[in-house]
């Protein structure tokens, strides 16, 4: 399993307003100003895992934040006034159902995070947990009870002009990796209190894999002059042929420079392989000129990284050894692909040099 996160998680006030999709209209809407509480109560960190596939989220903090942030995506309620409001998906009259009813009548099926809340106004929607992550949920318009909830720790980049895509961290129809996929079902569920059965939306599994990246226009992001990066959920692939459901197939990256893992700088990489002698390949293609710096984390103990600045790999222009720092000096929109062995924590940062 390899994940990603692009920015330490922090614990930032609570204001969450969204600029609804409304194409030249600019509303807002917000969830209460109370204190946003998790279903399993702050600061709890989930020792079980509760659906299927759940265990596939790394086994850490990043992970716990992803399982924490479904779980409030599905359940979450805040407190407003003396008064629990519900906030998730299972809250009929929650915000986030009135936003996607609103895009689903007029034909979009997607309703997620993509830069405009993450960037801007989501400092801290569904609790701390949403910090440093990207979401998306796809309700697929021939399948009513079912909706899919993509979770990242991956920035997309940042919203552009009607015809500029320059803070976009991934060229559209670059495969976004990681992304974890967790099927969400509309199932009859057993009230343990009253013993009534009624109707909500239960996570049933969670795979990995990855996505194409997409750009959504005014009709997303609320305004006629932007660009809005994000993934599109309909070429979402699992890395493992059994996760994949009818009509799928699963697309392996990272084994060799043809399938290189797309990154950027700004990323910090959180990660783990099965053995230390494996081999993970991935891609950089740095906006600007400058010494782009590699620094691995405490843990990535014997991490070796070396960087080519041509698909055969034949032109070596840097390799750390052991830890050590690592740094290029990098032409703007030039590719350049690398390697990473040598520890079963493959973790580090990629920015420029201050």
Request: hydrophobic share 40%; glycine share 0%.
């Given at each position: 399993m390899f994940s990603s996160?692009?920015?330490?998680?922090t614990v930032l006030l609570l204001a969450v307003i969204f600029v609804c999709s409304v194409v030249g209209v600019q509303a807002t809407w917000s969830y209460a100003t109370g204190d946003a509480t998790h279903v399993l109560g702050e600061g709890v960190k989930i020792e079980s895992f509760p659906w299927e596939g759940s265990e596939i989220l790394p086994d850490d903090e990043n992970g716990n934040n992803h399982r924490l942030l479904i779980d409030n995506i599905l359940n979450g309620t805040m407190e407003e006034s003396g008064q629990t409001v519900g906030i998730g998906l299972n809250t009929p009259t929650s915000e986030i159902n009135q936003q996607i009813e609103n895009r689903t009548d007029r034909g979009y099926y997607v309703f997620g995070s993509m830069d405009f809340w993450t960037s801007n106004q989501m400092k801290a929607l569904f609790g701390t947990e949403a910090i440093g992550l990207e979401f998306l949920i796809y309700s697929p318009h021939d399948t009513p009870n079912v909706k899919y909830l993509f979770t990242t720790g991956v920035e997309f980049g940042t919203t552009g002009g009607l015809w500029d895509t320059s803070g976009f961290n991934y060229p559209t129809g670059t495969r976004i990796y990681p992304i974890y996929r967790t099927r969400l079902e509309y199932l009859p569920q057993v009230d343990g209190e009253t013993g009534k059965t009624e109707y909500r939306w239960?996570?049933?599994?969670?795979?990995?894999g990855s996505a194409q990246s997409?750009?959504?226009?005014?009709?997303m992001a609320g305004t006629l002059l932007t660009k809005t990066p994000g993934l599109?959920?309909?070429t979402f692939a699992p890395i493992s042929p059994a996760d994949c459901e009818t009509g799928e197939s699963a697309v392996v990256l990272g084994t060799n420079a043809n399938n290189a893992i797309h990154t950027y700088v700004g990323q910090v990489l959180e990660g783990k392989v099965d053995t230390a002698n494996t081999t993970v390949y991935f891609k950089i293609a740095p906006k600007s000129n400058g010494t782009v710096v590699f620094t691995p984390t405490a843990r990535a103990e014997g991490l070796v990284v070396s960087v080519y600045s041509d698909r055969a790999m034949t032109n070596l222009v840097s390799t750390m050894q052991a830890n050590g720092t690592i740094t290029f000096t990098a032409t703007a929109s030039t590719t350049y692909y690398f390697t990473v062995s040598g520890s079963t924590y493959m973790e580090f940062a990629i920015a420029y040099s201050s």
């Open positions: 996160t692009s920015k330490k998680l239960v996570a049933m599994k969670t795979v990995l997409a750009v959504y226009p005014n009709s599109d959920p309909e």
